[in-house]
């Protein structure tokens, strides 16, 4: 057996896993509740061929590629890959990012690598890139979880992750106070800068917790792009299907 699988026991005893959904100490070997499992809606096929979003059946016709959102605002990114729809894994979500329930960020990951790897690695991409939190709420967080579910999906797909390339030099306000897309936009104007200039040519995940109306991931890749990268991609944890309200 070899010291990592040991330490995991031993915070295994110290630290019972729980739910990331409801919460409840589970069983060993166990990583969610199967009822909660069971109710997690992942992103499938048909899928928007800008943003990933699963299509809503019908509204369309068969002949739909773009969701309604995609459609009406173009995005700078290239393609989107979302896990799940966002009020299905909420509470998870906001246990991550609030209430320091950073294992959560493992299950996250092992749930993209699962459902998503094979088209993440036919990217080929060079690097995945946390969209960094500003360091005041760094500080007070403690951890960027975009960048602990990034280090999950590194070590599955040895993809190398790069939190050295771009800061967030704004601290900008929670998007739930502000809802409108114009308003989002403007809430993220320069609040990115690129640190190095180590993209040209280069291929990118950017990874995030929350997908909504996109204004944050094209305020990165638009730094990416002007520095030359050759694909901009993104992977989040979940997807807000129009009138949800996120980061």
Do not use: W
């Amino acid at each position: 057996m070899n010291i990592r699988k040991l330490i995991d026991q031993f915070l295994d005893l110290l630290y019972p896993r729980r739910c990331p959904q409801c919460d409840r100490i589970l069983p060993k070997g166990q990583r969610i509740c199967e009822s909660c499992y069971q109710e997690i809606r992942f992103e499938h096929d048909p899928r928007c061929m800008k943003c990933g979003r699963s299509l809503k059946g019908g509204a369309y016709g068969t002949e739909q590629v773009l969701c309604a959102d995609c459609e009406a605002h173009p995005h700078i990114y290239d393609h989107g890959y979302p896990l799940a729809e966002y009020h299905s894994v909420a509470h998870a979500l906001f246990r991550m990012k609030y209430a320091g329930r950073r294992q959560n960020a493992e299950f996250f990951g092992d749930e993209i690598v699962r459902r998503l790897g094979r088209e993440l690695l036919s990217l080929r991409a060079d690097m995945l890139v946390p969209v960094p939190l500003h360091p005041a709420r760094r500080r007070k967080r403690g951890y960027n979880q975009a960048a602990d579910v990034a280090r999950v999906i590194s070590r599955r797909l040895n993809i190398p992750v790069r939190e050295d390339l771009i800061e967030r030099v704004k601290n900008t306000a929670p998007i739930k106070q502000s809802d409108e897309r114009q308003k989002r936009r403007n809430n993220l104007k320069n609040a990115f800068q690129l640190k190095g200039n180590d993209v040209k040519c280069k291929r990118i995940i950017i990874v995030d917790d929350i997908y909504t109306s996109g204004s944050t991931i094209d305020a990165v890749a638009e730094e990416f792009r002007k520095a030359g990268a050759s694909g901009i991609f993104f992977v989040t944890v979940a997807a807000g299907h129009l009138g949800t309200a996120m980061r």
